[in-house]
């Protein structure tokens, strides 16, 4: 996630350099659109209005990310324990 995010800042910089910068809408639904079906709740509930900023955003899906990654991880050590205790 952290590379997907720095190649979208990126291009926003990029863009911004040549003189034809993204608004900040454009800047919310690009990244958000490029998210696979796992972050469908996600883009839910970033799209609900208000819209968050992209200053917003960024944290949020860091912070989704995290969740995501533990809750995937608690998830494999208890099929781990189960499988042990059995």
Known sequence: MA???RIF???CDELQAIGK???DH???FLPLNGLGPEYESFITS??????PSYKEVVPLLQSHETMKL???HE??????SIFYTQ
Request: hydrophobic share 30%; charged share 20%.
């Open 3 to 5: 590379d997907y995010i």
């Open 9 to 11: 800042k990126s291009t």
């Open 21 to 23: 910068p993204m608004n």
């Open 26 to 28: 454009t800047k919310v």
């Open 46 to 51: 970033m799209l609900k209005p208000p819209i």
């Open 70 to 72: 533990v809750n995937e």
């Open 75 to 80: 998830e494999n050590v208890q099929h781990q």
